[in-house]
Nanobody, 117 residues
Framework: QVQLQESGPGLVKPSQTLSLTCTVS??????????SSWIRQPPGKGMEWIGY???????SYSPSLKSRTSISKDTSKNQFTLRLSSVTPTDTTVYFC?????????WGQGTQVPVSP
């Protein structure tokens, strides 16, 4: 069973860079056709896709967040990391990681990241 766990700071200040890491167990992010994604859910809104990194290291980002987003991975640790720069209080929300392929995608439980002075 594939399990994912998000980790990161409890609080980020405006203008700083938010950094979250997703640790994957029970599966390898190097598996062919695996896509490892970050998603968030703003308060009162639906899920917002942030971006992904694929099994070969290719990345794709949401156009609305692309200028501030970077996703990388450490295959030796089976982890992938989100960096979102120049955050504002509007970036306060729950962040989820997900990884898998096709119909076999597993999600982390999500982590709340407040952005506040």
């Amino acid at each position: 069973q594939v399990q994912l766990q998000e980790s990161g700071p409890g609080l980020v200040k405006p203008s700083q860079t938010l950094s979250l890491t997703c640790t994957v167990s029970g599966g390898s992010i190097r598996t062919k056709y695996y896509y490892s994604s970050w998603i968030r859910q703003p308060p009162g809104k639906g899920m917002e896709w942030i971006g992904y990194i694929d099994y070969s290291g290719g990345t794709s980002y949401s156009p609305s967040l692309k200028s501030r987003t970077s996703i990388s991975k450490d295959t030796s640790k089976n982890q992938f990391t989100l960096r979102l720069s120049s955050v504002t209080p509007t970036d306060t929300t729950v962040y989820f990681c997900a990884s898998g392929t096709g119909a076999f995608v597993s999600w982390g439980q999500g982590t709340q990241v407040p952005v506040s002075p």
